[in-house]
């Protein structure tokens, strides 16, 4: 299994950026990297994913080097809602689709 | 965006009963759910993968006869917890997927099961 590490934790101040890391040195080629973040007693939520390129949308920004190691998710201004853990994951093609999760990192943000 | 339900949020039961968790995909092909289970604090755990019309695989170390999996339709998947245990309390988690590895997965609410 292509396998990622995260921080365990991490802080920010509400309505500051926060750059959440993830490290995937065994990455294959053809494994997208996918972002989810679960809210106490909740399911995970879809964040962002992608290839090789940055990516963008309305939630956050997927920045992935450019020998795919390693990614940031971006939050650009981080709210209080924003707390939760996320999990950066890869996805394999040759895995039956499926995603198998790490610990993730515990965002806290502070007023 | 795609939507996943899942029923019941929330369940006691007594040791000894069963227990049915449903998943829906309300507007999209499913043509993969899978079940994860979450411990307090802990990370998912993937217990099983269903594709449908045929049977679940499950991972090492899940019981088969005790975690049934249907996955009947390309919208409807479900778990039934058979004679549940204290043990058997979780945080339990379904997902689907329409099949292609580069779309996300997407995730039910989950189902906080009480076992008595």
């Known amino acids: 299994d292509a396998k990622t590490t995260q921080p365990n934790s991490m802080e920010s101040n509400e309505e500051e950026p926060v750059h959440l890391p993830c490290n995937h040195s065994t990455i294959s080629g053809t494994d997208y990297i996918h972002w989810y973040r679960q809210l106490p007693s909740q399911g995970p939520e879809y964040v962002i994913h992608?290839?090789?390129s940055n990516v963008n949308n309305r939630m956050a920004s997927l920045a992935i080097a450019e020998d795919r190691k390693s990614s940031t998710l971006i939050l650009h201004r981080a709210t209080l809602r924003d707390a939760a853990v996320y999990y950066c994951?890869?996805?394999?093609?040759?895995?039956?689709?499926?995603?198998?999760f790490g610990g993730g990192t515990r965002l806290m943000v502070k007023p | 965006g795609a939507v996943v339900s899942q029923h019941p949020s929330r369940v006691i039961c007594k040791s000894g009963t069963s227990v049915k968790i449903e998943c829906r995909s309300l507007?999209?092909?499913?043509?993969?759910m899978f079940w994860y289970r979450q411990f307090p604090k802990q990370s998912l755990m993937l217990m099983a993968t269903?594709?449908?019309?045929?049977?679940?695989?499950?991972e090492q170390g899940v019981e088969k006869d005790k975690f049934l999996i249907n996955h009947a339709s390309l919208t409807l998947s479900t778990l039934t917890v058979t004679s549940a245990h204290p043990e058997d309390s979780s945080f339990y988690i379904c997902?689907?997927?329409?099949?292609?590895?580069?779309?996300?997965?997407?995730f039910g609410n989950g189902t906080r099961l009480t076992v008595t």
């Open positions: 992608g290839l090789t």
């Open positions: 269903s594709n449908e019309g045929s049977k679940a695989t499950y």
């Open positions: 507007d999209f092909q499913a043509t993969t």
């Open positions: 997902s689907a997927t329409d099949g292609y590895y580069n779309s996300p997965l997407h």
């Open positions: 994951i890869l996805r394999e093609d040759n895995a039956g689709n499926m995603l198998t």
